[in-house]
């Protein structure tokens, strides 16, 4: 029989181990399995370098004594997402653990414009068509036909009683608005504010033209996402998309979310696009997506 073609690693194989004096013969079995073996060890290597070691910066070697104190300090259930995409090698694990970082840095300025321009738009119009600035007040009379009073549910009150608290006795309504927490915005855009949309709410943003629906949907959504980079969870995917953890949209793309900001003033999404790092987020995404890792 005809041995297939050997390429030089199966030849030096060869030779060692006629040199340690063992019988060999390549049957095309074993020259098939040793050629998955070797494409395997390309691709790990492509892996460690092209994603691992950008601009030959990194090297993949992690001191004993860090491996060691992993359990104690980072903990295996948090690299367990990686460990997985990994196939088990610890040290890759660790470097999809810090794209997920590097990632989640790359995108904190853009979350952080989007959160300001998102309130600040609302604050800014129901200011204007309400009346008075500390709109806010729960039970507030409104001006407008369909809708009489502004009546928050008891989570939003207590949003609202928690930012006077902190923004302290007699500070301007700009610290108050400041003290609310993002969660407070995505729902002034629900269903209960239907009539408020209507009448005053869809002017903070004025390029949306969708329904009310996917503006809440669209900022529930981003608010998942910046949560768990607040609680340092995983949010790195292979998928050109990151993990938002939101059970009804578990992924969004970065578009998506720089569209959010573009529904309410488009020169703001220009500037944040160029000024933040979200082209390094894009890339970094891309990267991954292009390596052949699956997360």
């Known amino acids: 029989m005809t041995h297939p073609r050997r390429t030089p690693r199966v030849r030096r194989r060869v030779r060692c181990l006629k040199q340690e004096g063992r019988t060999f013969r390549l049957s095309l079995l074993d020259f098939y399995a040793l050629a998955i073996y070797l494409a395997a060890e390309m691709v790990l290597a492509a892996f460690q370098t092209s994603i691992y070691q950008p601009q030959g910066q990194r090297n993949l070697s992690y001191t004993p004594e860090f491996i060691a104190d992993l359990d104690r300090t980072i903990s295996r ?150 949560n768990r980079i607040a609680h340092h969870e995983a949010i790195l995917t292979s998928r050109n998309q990151v993990y938002t953890g939101f059970i009804d949209q578990p992924t969004m793309t970065l578009p998506a979310i720089l569209e959010c900001v573009t529904w309410v003033s488009p020169p703001t999404a220009d500037w944040l696009r160029t000024t933040t790092r979200y082209p390094q987020a894009t890339t970094l995404l891309a990267e991954v997506a292009d390596s052949g890792v699956v997360i």
């Open 77 to 226: 259930a948090r690299l367990a997402r990686f460990m997985t995409a990994a196939g088990g090698n610890i040290e890759l694990a660790l470097h999809l653990y810090e794209k997920n970082l590097e990632l989640s840095e790359a995108l904190f300025g853009l979350l952080h414009g989007l959160e300001i321009a998102v309130r600040n738009s609302i604050h800014h119009v129901l200011s204007v068509d309400i009346g008075r600035q500390d709109w806010y007040r729960d039970g507030h009379p409104l001006p407008f036909p369909a809708v009489h009073i502004l009546s928050f549910t008891g989570p939003m009150n207590s949003m609202i009683t928690d930012a006077r608290s902190n923004a302290g006795t007699g500070a301007p309504v700009g610290k108050v608005i400041a003290e609310l927490t993002f969660g407070f915005w995505p729902n002034m855009i629900t269903s209960r504010f239907e009539d408020l949309w209507r009448a005053s709410l869809n002017k903070a943003f004025p390029s949306a033209h969708v329904p009310r629906k996917l503006v809440h949907w669209r900022l529930e959504t981003i608010r998942r996402l910046r």
